[in-house]
């Protein structure tokens, strides 16, 4: 359970927990279970913290600062964690559905066996994050930069994968409605990536192509029949 001392400086404001925070830097808040739910946090230090299981659902989040928490099987449905700061934090199994981490960092984080369904990681930081069997069914990506990630098992169902980054030479396995893809060593990873390489620009010489349309090429990884590349070719002409 909380230390009650701990949540009761929370409760009464950011100001006053980061005054004592800065106060007393041994001091690991220990706020596990604690229920935070619907409350104004913008700016927390919360670093270290122990959040295990605490059920922040509805709560403001944002520009706040999470690094090394934990945050296992923590309730953060419908939470606002706009620009956060939570890398290196234990996330896994925590419930993030219908939340916000849109611009968050969280690099290095630990989100095995979370649930971030139906959410936003609009130009998310996950560079390096252990996504392993994480449900991101109906989110949107767009932007996130997931280069490093350990994507074995992660459900990318109905995702909305426009301009995210991926690191070509990882390992991974991805769970895709529409496209299963399963990387079975690094090696294969870069012949795969070479393949499209190849494909991409022999089709722009042929048709020359602006290289400036390459961008809009959408899962260019999915793409292998010429008819295919021509029907594009055809739509954006």
Known sequence: ???????????????????WRDQNPEIVPDLRKANLSQLNLRGANLDY?????????NTNLSEGSFKKANLSYADLV???????TITEANLSHAILINSDLSKANLEQANLSQAYITDSYLVDT?????????CDFTRSYL??????GTNLQ?????????TGTIFYEHQSCALNHKQNEIFFEDQL??????????????????????????EDHL?????IWERTKLESIYQTLS
């Open 153 to 161: 098992g992660a459900d990318l169902s109905e995702t909305d994968l």
């Open 218 to 222: 959408p899962y260019l990884e999915r």
């Open 188 to 213: 294969f990873a870069q012949n795969y990536y070479l393949v499209i390489e190849d494909l991409v620009s022999g089709f722009l010489e042929e048709t020359a192509l602006s290289s400036s349309y």
């Open 142 to 147: 767009t932007g996130a930069n997931l280069t």
């Open 49 to 57: 913290a122990n959040l295990e299981e605490a059920i922040l659902a």
């Open 78 to 84: 419908g939470a606002i964690c706009f620009k956060t």
């Open 1 to 19: 359970m909380a230390n009650q001392q701990h949540l009761n400086l929370l409760i009464k404001g950011v100001d006053i927990w980061n005054q």
């Open 125 to 133: 930081n996950l560079g390096g994050a252990n996504l392993e069997e």
